[in-house]
């Protein structure tokens, strides 16, 4: 059963309990994973000035669910009103949060444990129904965000796991072997209008909303994401050392802070090797690059002599349906994730080979469009027409405008809950330590 078939039946409504049940469930096991691997020390410390101690985000989940579930829906009394500016995220930037007087590692996972037996607690008797309810918990929207948010945690987190270094900590299975790719290489998406965005989706956040119309002239788009070994290619004819291929910003950038290659790679002889999370190994061709950021997916496409595709062109390579003419929710269809779709949730600690997940492909035949590797796309984040702010201004609306350029697709790190075919993420183009690659689009024309 969909989000979207929650009804406002007793069936319906119990359905809905227990998916809310679930995704809080899988969250907080993966929460205590995260948090559970390491000492203590290793919680407190911080591993790099761009990431806060994982000890203040296992307290900031707390507080956040705390603020939003038990306060806001339930109306209780505060439990820690004394922590809230520790762990309000636009108080204090990442890097002056070790320097707070943060709950030390115990304090702070009996404290979320707390939270997390209470919000429980209120789960059980939440009015989903309308009646004495609210736009909060119209569908279980406030339960579904917080799930939402704590699996976005989960995945910064694991980002902090990959910048610390030391031995491995986190394990995972290998991926299923798949034979090389040999499909197109590109497809092509035919213009016209399709419905981007959503106004149905029960969980989606504000700046998903609301679904509009949208025009997109005729594209090609690469049926899978670029590759390391296609990135070592244009590494190998200079792509660094070429100052054609580059925005002014992001020339700036390379010369400053000498970049020769994705975050994490260092050449060895006549062999790419890569750190990850504590192994170093020889980097596969086959798999999506990762940890580069906008400036050089942009430069890897103007020397392929191509293009980032914009945000709609994504959008509607992951959604469209031409024989319906309608946008689905995933590029399978309207059901939700299951492992035989993407490589979500960490189950697997890196990108898949490319061409696998066949049977989450578009209707068009574009593959991996949903999990693997955030796809940096040429927008900037921008509201659409008719956005409201909700629950809070400081979710997206504070974003909007050019600083930031829009990712889509998720990771191997992102779970289901927070991963759909509207979902937009948003960083700096600066930023290399996210789980993001990329895919190049080109004009029909071109």
């Given amino acids: 059963m969909t989000a979207q078939e929650s009804g406002t039946t007793a069936a319906g409504t119990e359905t809905l309990r227990e998916r809310l049940l679930a995704s809080l469930v899988t969250a907080r096991d993966r929460t205590t994973l995260l948090t559970s691997c390491v000492e203590d020390p290793d ?9 806060s101690p994982l000890v203040w985000d296992l307290a900031h989940i707390g507080n956040q669910e705390e603020l939003w579930l038990l306060r806001n829906v339930g109306g209780r009394e505060a439990m820690r009103p004394d922590i ?5 995220a636009f108080e204090h930037p990442r890097s002056e949060r070790p320097s707070l007087p943060l709950l030390p590692p115990e304090e702070a996972r009996k404290y979320a444990a707390e939270v997390r037996g ?9 009015d989903f129904e309308g009646g004495t309810g609210s736009r909060l918990t119209e569908a279980g929207f406030a339960f579904g ?3 939402q948010h704590e699996q976005q945690h989960d995945e910064t987190m694991l980002i902090t ?5 030391g031995p491995a900590v986190l394990t995972a299975p290998a991926h299923d072997p798949v034979p090389p790719y040999t499909g197109p290489a590109e497809v092509l998406v035919p213009g016209g209008p399709f419905t981007m965005g959503t106004s149905t989706e029960p969980w989606a956040l504000d700046n998903e909303r609301p679904a509009h119309t949208r025009e997109v002239a005729p594209y090609w788009i690469d049926t899978v994401p670029v590759t390391n070994g296609a990135y070592q290619a244009f590494i190998a004819d200079g792509g660094y050392d070429t100052e054609r291929w580059w925005t002014p910003e992001g020339w700036a950038h390379v010369r400053r802070n000498s970049l020769k290659a994705p975050l994490y790679w260092r050449r060895e002889g006549t062999q790419w090797l890569r750190r990850r999370f504590g192994v170093t190994e020889v980097v596969p061709p086959d798999e999506p690059v990762l940890h580069v950021c906008w400036y050089e997916a942009d430069a890897y496409a103007r020397w392929a002599g191509r293009r980032l595709p914009t945000e709609a062109e994504w959008e509607k390579a992951a959604r469209h349906d031409p024989v319906s003419g309608r946008s689905t929710r995933y590029p399978w269809g309207d ?4 492992p035989e779709h993407a490589n979500l949730g960490q189950r697997h600690l890196s990108p898949a080979p490319v061409g696998s997940y066949p049977v989450g492909q578009s209707p068009l035949g574009v593959r991996q469009l949903i999990g693997d590797v955030w796809e940096w796309t040429s927008s900037d984040l921008a509201p659409y027409p008719g956005f409201t702010a909700f629950p809070y201004r400081e979710y997206s609306e504070v974003f909007f405008g050019p600083d930031y350029k829009i ?3 998720g990771s191997f790190a992102v779970d289901a809950v927070a991963c759909r075919g509207t979902f937009r993420n948003w960083d700096y183009p600066i930023r290399r330590q996210i789980f993001a690659g990329f895919r190049t689009a080109r004009s029909e024309s071109a």
């Fill in 118 to 126: 209470r919000a429980l607690d209120l789960l059980e008797g939440a």
């Fill in 407 to 409: 990712m889509r697709g």
């Fill in 84 to 88: 809230d500016v520790l762990y309000d």
């Fill in 145 to 147: 965000m917080i799930a």
């Fill in 161 to 165: 796991h990959q910048l610390r270094t």
């Fill in 43 to 51: 919680l407190t410390a911080q591993h790099s000035p761009l990431m």
């Fill in 335 to 338: 059901a939700d994730p299951g």
